[in-house]
């Protein structure tokens, strides 16, 4: 077991750590949370977690190995934990600090030249400075007066998610799920490679876009045979495999999933098909608590005014979380994973 921290954007309080969770889970990961704060995980793992948060997350910037936490001030840090790490001799290394919190405070250039000079007497010259492309990447959060210092494992690729956002798809129109969001909202269903995905209101493909990328076997549904036209060029531009069906999302004739997720159409640049959108949200779970295994997982995003807890009064799943995400002044959508 290894100490691990995962460090986040700053996008939302909550659901970058919520996701990490969820992405262990769903690889079957055991892990045990040492230390939750502000943009950042810090949790006891094996390193399997390492790969699969950076190949998975939406909202982590960086994986990393942890070194150690010191106090602020750092007058006397010791750097001797740096011998347990094994790095090679006459190899390159650069620091680099994010201050979480208490920016007034403490001076990330400071930090990073301290540390520098800790890591270079600690070496005794056997490590060389590098600020670009070095072997080792020394990374540093600094909240709560602590230093968090490790060893940068791996980074996540958000530019590759980002360029399945809407504007850069074959098809478009307004009002379409970020891919982020869509991202962690596959990743909040707990769902893994090989295993069945669904999302009931496909519309434009983004959420089953990412649930395929993540090598999910997808089966997407629309009540409108323009979306699934629609779905199926996107899909088809980022050679994803999906099986799309014309059909409503009140009625799925299909048989137990892993997990899903869904964005009902709401707002004014969707169509709910003349149906009140409390209503159509009510009757989808009313069927999906039927398809989705026991214990498994369903996301779903809808305007934060509908009261989701009196439509699931009666049906078998459970809320486990929300997140709550500003749109516009008249929209905030909020994310909730259900399970079976």
């Known amino acids: 077991m290894v100490k691990l921290f995962f460090y986040f954007s700053g996008e939302h309080q909550t659901l970058p750590s919520a996701e990490c969770k969820s992405i262990l889970e ?29 190949q998975r997350a939406a909202y982590t910037y960086k994986v990393c190995k942890l ?12 750097l001797q934990s740096l011998k347990k790490l094994n790095l090679a001799e006459k190899e390159s290394f650069s620091v680099r600090v994010h201050v979480l919190d208490d920016k007034k405070k403490y001076s990330k250039i400071e930090i990073e030249k301290l540390i520098g000079l800790k890591i270079l007497e600690t070496s005794s010259g056997n490590l060389k400075v590098r600020l670009q492309s070095p072997r080792y990447e020394f990374i540093g959060l ?6 968090y210092l490790g060893l940068l494992l791996s980074k996540t690729d958000r530019k590759a998610i980002d360029k399945r956002s809407g504007k850069y798809r074959p098809y478009f129109q307004p009002g379409v799920i970020n891919p982020r969001i869509a991202r962690a909202m596959v990743n909040l269903a707990r769902v ?22 993540q090598g999910c076997r997808s089966i997407g549904l629309d009540i409108k045979k323009k ?47 003349g149906e009140d959108t409390d209503l159509l949200i009510e009757e989808t779970l009313k069927n ?22 009196r439509l699931l009064k009666d049906l078998k799943l459970d809320l486990i979380e929300t997140f709550d995400i500003y749109v516009h002044k008249s929209l905030t959508r909020r994310i909730a994973v259900l399970r079976r």
């Open 288 to 309: 999906i608590q039927h398809i989705i295994k026991p214990g498994g997982y369903f996301t779903i995003a809808f305007p934060s005014t509908i009261k989701l807890e």
């Open 142 to 147: 600094v909240t709560s007066g602590e230093l």
């Open 227 to 273: 979306m699934i036209y629609a779905s199926q060029k996107n899909l088809n531009y980022y050679n994803v495999q999906c099986d799309l069906i014309i059909g409503d999302a009140r009625h799925i004739p299909l048989t137990k999933f892993d997990g899903g997720a869904a964005d009902p159409p709401y707002g004014i640049s969707t169509s709910s098909i």
């Open 67 to 78: 070194i150690d936490v010191y106090k602020l001030p750092l007058e006397k840090i010791k």
């Open 26 to 54: 769903a690889e079957n990961i055991k892990y045990k949370i040492v230390k939750e704060g502000y943009r950042f995980l810090l949790v006891e793992t094996d390193m399997r977690a390492a790969e699969a948060i950076s």
């Open 192 to 213: 893994k490679s090989d295993d069945l995905f669904i999302d009931p209101f496909i519309g434009t493909g983004g959420i089953v876009l990412e649930a395929g990328v």
